[in-house]
């Protein structure tokens, strides 16, 4: 069989290509599962534990607030590992975070509450946050670019979904953790000590994905920028200097994809408990609309390959953007089918096409060398934004009509998202973007044409 043109025979090059998403799966799948407990717990739990003397809606706040600091840590995360990534290589960098990612996981569920500590708990509970967002951010844009730089041309964006597909598999694994210790524990037991029986068992998943990234191998197009001496020095100022206004794209592709998520996985908890809808209705859509997610994330980046990322991104763009006009009326209505419905379609549909088409769409706006510090800067621009909704939604909902006025908030926010993401896509054709030295990069069979 004739070698392809990364010069190794299309066998070998699957497996690694197959390695490489495992590993960043699995990485994902941590991140999104560390995502989920931490929302639930926040919209749940640490109200009471952390801030029992404020005010019930001050205490939620107060611990979407903790949620929200440790979004404050990825433009930092995302600068050092984006550098470190350029400079030393995907694997290596991705190795770290994990690691970072797994300890904070492990000690936010030994944390003593405020009964124990007054509110040292709440500032160690805010610097263990902090921990977390600083390697999430370079967690999220170094699965991205393993799979994409592993995997073949007409190819990239189904193999680049899958990280995505982990989002799914971590979301419904952590509302399966805290779904289990909540039917099987009274309140006051959950409240106590069940809460932190998910926290730890992220451990476990930490083990498993870190043997899996042991024997990985660095992506062909860095050790080829490597080999020809094209790694840069100072990979930050080159890619503001070279890639400015793809940055601020990727941040405004970003924003519309956190926005949603978390508008639909953490406040939407909050919303449901306040119109007395039963906890573990909502938890159940999720889990549901996860499920769906896992299946329609790849498909999504397969239909990127074959009509273009740009149709692909738009059609689960509208739909979050018309679904979530209804989503919080379905909510609050209490009917266990109007309930599932929403999340079904604002995540499990419009969400996962989304999330199956931006990685690679971002992916490809860049060049090799500068590759995962742009991906990282775009990536936690809009991460940070998105990292303060849950404590905007809840405020805002406090307004007249207010759950009104955040759905129509969040379906601008998407739309523009579609916006930037055109922009993007307009770019990387435009200007013959190279993943590796002089190699033009395909976006897609109807956007791979100047």
């Known amino acids: ?18 390695r490489a998403a495992a590993a960043s799966l699995g990485g994902s799948i941590l991140e999104y599962y560390d995502f989920a407990i931490y929302g639930l717990a926040a919209a749940l739990v640490f109200g009471p534990v952390f801030f029992p003397s404020v005010d019930p809606t001050l205490g939620v706040l107060a611990s979407f607030g903790t949620f929200g600091v440790g979004f404050l840590a990825r433009p930092l995360g995302g600068i050092v590992f984006g550098h470190l990534g350029d400079r030393l290589g995907r694997k290596n960098v991705l190795v770290m975070t994990m690691l970072i990612m797994g300890v904070s996981t492990v000690l936010i569920g030994c944390l003593p509450g405020h009964g124990s500590i007054g509110y040292w708990g709440a500032a ?14 370079g967690e999220q844009a170094g699965a991205v670019l393993l799979v994409a730089e592993h995997a073949t041309e007409g190819r990239r964006g189904l193999f680049a979904s899958l990280p995505g597909a982990g989002v799914s598999v971590g979301l419904v694994l952590g509302n399966l953790a805290f779904l289990a210790v909540s039917n099987t524990m009274d309140p006051a037991a959950l409240q ?21 990234r042991s024997g990985l191998a660095e992506t062909p197009d860095f050790e080829r920028n490597k080999a020809n001496d094209q790694v840069s020095a100072s990979p930050l100022r080159e890619v503001i200097r070279t890639h400015p206004v793809q940055i601020l794209l990727a941040g405004g592709v970003q924003t519309g994809q956190a926005v949603a998520s978390y508008v639909t996985v953490v406040y939407s908890l909050a919303y449901a408990r306040e119109h007395g809808v039963p906890g573990s209705l909502p938890l159940l859509g999720i889990i549901l609309s996860g499920a769906l997610h896992l299946a329609l994330v790849p498909a999504a980046g397969a239909l990127s390959d074959r009509f273009g990322r740009l149709p692909t991104y738009l059609a689960g763009a509208v739909v979050i953007a018309v679904s979530v006009l209804f989503f919080f009326p379905m909510i609050g209505s209490g009917s266990p089918v109007l309930v599932i419905g929403a999340y079904l379609l604002l995540f499990g549909i419009g ?28 990536m936690q621009l809009g991460v940070v934004v998105g990292g303060l909704t849950p404590f905007v939604a809840t405020l805002v909902a406090t307004l007249p009509d207010g759950s009104t006025l955040l759905s129509i908030g969040v379906s601008v926010v998407v739309l523009l998202s579609g916006w930037c993401a055109a922009a993007i896509v307009r770019r990387t054709r435009r200007a013959g973007v190279a993943a590796a030295a ?11 044409q100047p």
């Open 1 to 18: 069989m004739a070698p392809d043109q990364r010069g190794t025979s299309p066998a070998p090059a699957l497996r690694q290509t197959r």
């Open 124 to 137: 160690l509970l805010v610097l263990l946050r902090l921990a977390q967002g600083f390697a999430f951010a």
């Open 438 to 448: 002089d190699r033009p990069v395909a976006v897609g069979a109807d956007d791979a």
């Open 192 to 212: 106590a000590w069940g809460w932190r029986i998910p926290f730890w068992a992220g451990g476990l998943l930490v083990l498993i994905g870190l043997l899996i």
């Open 351 to 378: 969400w996962a096409v989304i999330t199956g088409v931006y990685p690679v769409m971002l992916a490809e706006a860049f060049a090799t060398k500068v590759s995962y510090s742009g991906v990282s800067l775009g």
